[in-house]
């Protein structure tokens, strides 16, 4: 079931993402918890729990129209969970006007397969090297 992250998930959130084997936090200084609070108290940060066990989450940036955070645990994937985040942050940026969205991502990835397959374009490489994907909402 997605659900929309409390205070108390950020520990298994941060666990999730720097569990990842692909798009690996390098500096981890560009994710501070005050980042994550704003997202997790403006358009929210949205979880898949099953269980009582967070598997996975999803953030949008309304202010630019970005998929700031989409991760699985790495022993939940390719189980639709993705997707349905996926699809959440995407909700969340077409209720809030935007009509089109980007994300960055590490080229090769299996990420980068999925964007793809949902019909978004790959449309050049940020400084940093990962790939950028545009998508239609």
């Not at 205070?7 to 990842?20: A, K, L």
């Not at 699809?87 to 964007?115: I, M, Q």
Request: with cysteine; aromatic share 10%.
């Amino acid at each position: 079931m997605i659900r929309r992250a409390r205070p108390e998930d950020h520990p298994r959130i941060t666990e999730i993402r720097n569990g990842v084997t692909e798009n690996v936090l390098r500096d981890p200084s560009r994710v501070t918890v005050e980042d994550y609070r704003w997202f997790e108290q403006n358009p929210g940060v949205w979880v898949w729990e099953d269980n009582g066990v967070i598997l996975g989450f999803s953030a949008a940036d309304t202010r630019d129209g970005s998929i700031w955070a989409l991760f699985m645990a790495n022993d939940h994937q390719r189980r639709g969970i993705g997707r349905a985040l996926f699809e959440k942050a995407c909700d969340v940026l077409r209720e809030h006007g935007h009509r089109t969205a980007w994300l960055t991502t590490d080229p090769g990835s299996r990420a980068a397969g999925f964007y793809t397959a949902a019909g978004w374009k790959r449309i050049g490489t940020s400084e940093r090297g990962e790939a950028i994907f545009h998508g239609v909402l």
